[in-house]
């Protein structure tokens, strides 16, 4: 019934927490990511992606 | 499952998109770092600039400097191409994991059949306007051989610019009544607290070699939003695609009865 319910409707809000830890989980595996290509203050790191850090407008040098 | 099927379509995305933005920038933005390298180079074999050139780079954190001899760096030419590439690829993979989460998040909120490669089109437009446009505006792109303020205190702007842009987009768009013009306080904060700037980008360098290097500036501005634009509509799109082919089936296993998605 509960689930009929939500047809027409936004879920309930208990539908954010079932997917709340996967995504959460994501969205920092890519933070965590970009700042190790991008923000990294590692002078290897800086070097290897020196040309990615100025296309995409991360601050650099 | 659902992580699973998160971090495949990311990887699958950023790879496609990180091959395609690297083969455009090769083309327009490569070349206009190249020749500012040139200049660069001009402004750091002369004695006197030295210290004007340094003294607005972080010396605090000597390890990350730019021309810390001891660091290792590509070589010039397909080395450095291919580490280019690398970055592209796995920041594009980063961005992936960000975006295709959040649409991920809006098909299930929504409970319909809403992420497509269209729909990702626009998820992939807004997403260029919080992480190039709104931090460019403050921090505007720069060519190597540029002096500008302490490296920590641009990131910290860029990063609130970015969460600002993207938390204020979010609220016009998804909070319902009067509450959603909050989003326009957020989108102007930033901008509010400014940001960290110099003056004299180039007085390193002689005014002939300065004039051609804000010329440079000009030109670079315009590739990188072009190739960014590019990048952005393609990891957009695709993961609209990725998530309506590959994370919609996970999604429907969370519980939701068959009947809705009929």
């Not at chain 2, 909120?109 to 807004?126: E, Q």
């Not at chain 2, 600002?164 to 909050?182: E, H, I, M």
């Not at chain 2, 004299?200 to 190739?227: C, H, K, N, P």
């Amino acid at each position: 019934m509960q689930q009929q319910a939500t047809l027409q409707i936004a879920r309930p809000k208990s539908a954010l927490l079932a997917i709340a830890m996967p995504v959460l989980t994501a969205v920092l595996l890519g933070a965590v990511i970009v700042y190790g290509v991008g923000f990294s203050h590692i002078a290897a790191a800086h070097n290897a992606a020196h040309d990615t850090r100025h296309s995409n407008v991360f601050p650099c040098h | 499952m659902l992580f699973r099927r998160i971090v495949l379509c990311a990887l699958f995305v950023g790879v496609l998109a990180g091959l395609l933005v690297s083969a455009v920038q090769h083309w327009q933005v490569i070349p206009i770092i190249a020749a500012a390298e040139v200049f660069e180079g001009s402004a750091e074999g002369a004695e006197a600039a030295e210290p004007a050139a340094t003294m607005a780079h972080d010396h605090d954190h000597g390890a990350a400097h730019v021309h810390d001899e001891a660091a290792w760096e590509p070589e010039d030419g397909t080395e450095r191409h291919v580490w280019t590439l690398i970055a592209n690829v796995l920041t594009a993979i980063g961005f992936s994991l960000v975006l295709i989460a959040a649409i991920t998040t809006w098909e299930h909120l929504r409970g319909g059949r809403v992420a497509s490669a269209r729909s990702g089109l626009v998820w992939g437009a807004a997403a260029w306007l919080c992480v190039f446009a709104a931090p460019s505006l403050g921090l505007p792109p720069e060519i190597p051989g540029t002096a500008a303020a302490a490296l920590d205190a641009r990131q910290t702007w860029w990063l609130i610019a970015v969460l600002c842009s993207a938390t204020g987009l979010s609220v016009l768009a998804f909070v319902p009544g009067r509450l959603r013009w909050l989003g326009i306080a957020l989108l102007a904060l930033p901008y509010a607290l400014g940001a960290p700037h110099i003056d004299g980008a180039f007085a390193a360098y002689s005014d002939e070699v300065a004039r051609q290097m804000e010329v440079l500036t000009g030109q670079f501005a315009i590739a990188t939003a072009i190739s960014s634009a590019i990048e952005w509509l393609a990891l957009g799109s695709l993961a609209g695609w990725a998530v309506a082919r590959w994370v919609r089936p996970a999604l429907a296993t969370l519980g939701t009865p068959a009947t809705a998605r009929a």
